[in-house]
Structure formats: C-alpha cells, structure tokens
C-alpha cells in the first residue's frame, strides 16, 4: 500500500510540472507564388518517396529533393505546381535532372 501511495504521489508531482507548449500551425501561402511551409514538406516527400523506390541512398536523395524543391520554389508558381499535367510534370522532371545532378559516390557528405 505504502509503494502505491508513493507512486501516486510521484505521478501526481510529474504531472503538475509538465509545461503546455503551443504548437502552430504551418504557415498558410499568401500569395499563389508563394509556398506555404506544409506545401514545401509535401513536395520534397513525394521527391523522396520516388527516389527511395528507385534505391537512391538517403545521403543523396536528401540532396536532389532539396535542389529539386528549390528549383520549384525559384522558378514556378504554386498554382501552376498544383496542375501540372502529366507531360508537364515528365517535361519539369528532365529540367530537374539536369539542374539537380546525381552526385559521384566522392561528393556525398
């Protein structure tokens, strides 16, 4: 009874100490060019869902998703990201392999 009555106490004195945090949200885009942070983290995931499914290692995925994402957020609008057509997304795909090239086996890191 006694190490349960300890217990308890314990549980209740952590408890009261925990600090509530506000988390926000991610930010909204203002603008149709501009790329809220939600859009950004959703755009370098599908990048490197694709490259994982082709065997690309972590250390250079890592590496052409943020080139690529980069690349986008320089040189296109968010709505037109948003509807791209299949031939514009293969016509936008060749752009990025040649402005994001793979990396020699020496260059990563």
Same mark, same amino acid.
Request: charge should be neutral; charged fraction near 25%.
């Given at each position: 009874?006694?190490?349960?009555? *300890? !217990?308890?106490?314990?549980?209740?004195? !952590?408890?009261?100490?925990?600090?509530? #945090?506000?988390? $926000? %949200?991610?930010e +909204? %885009?203002?603008?149709?060019?501009? /790329?809220s942070?939600? @859009?950004i =983290?959703?755009?370098?995931?599908?990048?490197? #869902?694709? /490259?994982?499914?082709?065997? #690309?290692?972590?250390l250079?995925? /890592? /590496?052409?998703?943020?080139? %690529? #994402? @980069?690349?986008? +957020? $320089?040189?296109? &609008? =968010?709505? *037109?990201?948003?509807?791209?057509?299949?031939?514009?997304? +293969? &016509?936008?795909? !060749?752009i990025? $392999? +040649?402005e994001?090239? =793979?990396l020699?086996?020496?260059? !990563?890191?």
């Amino acid at each position: 009874m006694a190490i349960q009555l *300890k !217990l308890l106490i314990i549980i209740v004195l !952590l408890s009261a100490c925990t600090i509530p #945090v506000e988390v $926000k %949200a991610p930010e +909204k %885009a203002t603008h149709d060019t501009e /790329y809220s942070t939600q @859009d950004i =983290r959703e755009m370098w995931q599908m990048c490197s #869902v694709q /490259y994982q499914a082709v065997g #690309v290692s972590q250390l250079e995925y /890592y /590496y052409l998703c943020d080139c %690529a #994402v @980069d690349y986008m +957020k $320089k040189n296109l &609008e =968010r709505g *037109k990201v948003l509807i791209l057509t299949p031939s514009e997304s +293969k &016509e936008l795909g !060749l752009i990025l $392999k +040649k402005e994001c090239p =793979r990396l020699g086996p020496n260059q !990563l890191i």
